[in-house]
């Protein structure tokens, strides 16, 4: 990386010290034991996403706490990861906790561009048992360890996909239900898109997250056989026309601009009654029944992922908080995971915001979990557990931790795009997609089935 981009990047992070400036209101009743970490700063990065968004709002507890400053900055998901994995390459200290994405953790675990945290969680000096790493959901967990078992992050999502309809009520009036299947999506769609001024169905760009379910519910898939075969599989006739039925769905019943649209674009369409349907990880549904600006939560259900000819695969993920190796203050790092992924602080973003997407089993199995997770009047919480024991049983998300999959992703979301915008035909787009992946993959050294 560039002295230039590095140092942006640092001052990106003082720019948003608003949330950990300011004086801080000193102990009302006696003086506290001056904490080792008094007067340090550190630099946290991550992309946009609820939790962080509620975590921000408490940085000056932990900051009276242990006497630790957080420059924390935020960015849209694309440029968070792309950004984030120069800076990882060069092992530089410009980061000192950030998030270890998904689709990325293969590749920067693999590469050894995270602390190992054995080195923490074992030693009580720095973790006190009740911590409890072992409460920590072990399948989202095992996306942040390596061939060995070590651990290199600690999950602060386990994202579960499923439906949200933000107008129920429109599909309530054309004298139909949830859709369960494909094609009962389209015949939703049909008969709602535009009423009342409202799109039937949203998404973000992120295709390659998003159009993965539809892809493998008909019949299609990424690789042969992840993770030991990954030769792609993106030019088969069950992949373009999963691709062409996805471009048609986004394009016939989206709202304008859908192509372009991030994460919170797509949800704040749901939540100003401008889009009706979504299939997206949970942390992205909540809102549309919890958050102050939602003009939908009296309208809102919520139902699985449909299912396809071959089965229902909804989307299933982690992602985690790590710290690069190139910190030069691991030790304050340490103290900031410690707090942002307590078993205390998970519990009260849960209760005061009602996020969702949980990794600790305590929490999980809390009252106060299914309470939070009743959302205008429906039992979401159960839906929650359900994508995650699906996704539990074969395995078929592990194509998307492999340490290729970012590569392969990135065709994917152009193909889709040029599908979408009628560029191409569906199987001259995935035939070329197909053709970059393994140029990009026999690169990396993989080897490829020919």
């Not at 923490?120 to 072992?134: G, L």
């Not at 809102?287 to 809102?300: D, G, I, R």
């Not at 040029?418 to 197909?434: G, M, N, V």
Request: proline share 6%.
């Amino acid at each position: 990386m560039t002295g230039y981009r590095r140092r942006s990047i640092l001052r990106s992070a003082a720019g948003a010290s608003v949330l950990a400036s300011g004086a801080l209101p000193s102990p009302a009743v006696h003086a506290q034991a001056k904490s080792p970490y008094d007067g340090i700063t550190i630099n946290a990065s991550c992309f946009q996403t609820t939790y962080y968004e509620y975590l921000k709002t408490y940085l000056p507890q932990f900051q009276e706490k242990t006497g630790i400053k957080v420059n924390f900055t935020m960015q849209a998901f694309p440029v968070y990861n792309q950004r984030t994995d120069l800076e990882l390459s060069t092992r530089g200290s410009a980061i000192d906790v950030c998030n270890v994405t998904f689709i990325y953790s293969g590749r920067w675990i693999g590469a050894g561009w995270f602390t190992n945290l054995d080195t923490f969680t074992k030693d009580p000096k720095y973790t006190p048992a009740q911590w409890a790493p072992e409460d920590f959901v072990g399948g989202a967990q095992s996306a942040m360890q390596n061939a060995k078992g070590e651990t290199f992050g600690y999950t602060w999502e386990a994202g579960a996909m499923i439906l949200g309809a933000s107008r129920f009520d429109l599909i309530e009036k054309a004298g139909l239900a949830l859709p369960k299947t494909f094609d009962e999506l389209i015949k939703v769609c049909d008969a709602v898109h535009n009423k009342e001024g409202v799109a039937a169905f949203t998404a973000d760009k992120l295709h390659h997250w998003n159009w993965i379910p539809y892809l493998m519910g008909m019949g299609g898939a990424v690789f042969k056989a992840p993770p030991d075969n990954l030769t792609p599989t993106l030019d088969t006739p069950q992949a373009a026309r999963s691709a062409e039925w996805y471009a048609n769905l986004l394009m016939k019943y989206g709202p304008d601009g859908i192509l372009s649209y991030s994460d919170d674009q797509s949800m704040r369409s749901q939540m100003s009654g401008r889009a009706n349907i979504r299939t997206q990880a949970i942390t992205w549904m909540v809102p549309l029944a919890k958050h102050a600006e939602s003009t939908v939560q009296k309208t809102v259900r919520y139902g699985l992922m449909p299912a396809g000819p071959d089965g229902n695969f909804p989307g299933s993920n982690s992602h985690g908080l790590g710290i690069p190796a190139g910190s030069k203050k691991k030790e304050a790092a340490w103290e900031f995971i410690k707090w942002a992924l307590s078993k205390e602080t998970i519990s009260m973003i849960v209760e005061k915001h009602g996020y969702p997407s949980v990794c600790r089993l305590s929490v999980i199995k809390s009252p106060e979990f299914k309470q939070v997770l009743t959302l205008n009047g429906q039992d979401v919480a159960s839906l929650f557990l359900e994508v995650l024991q699906l996704g539990g049983k074969t395995g078929y998300m592990k194509y998307r931790t492999v340490p290729v999959y970012p590569q392969v992703g990135d065709k994917i979301n152009k193909a889709i795009e040029r599908i979408a915008t009628k560029q191409q035909a569906a199987p001259e787009s995935l035939k070329q997609a197909q053709a970059e992946a393994i140029q990009d993959l026999q690169k990396a050294g993989i080897k490829i089935d020919l």
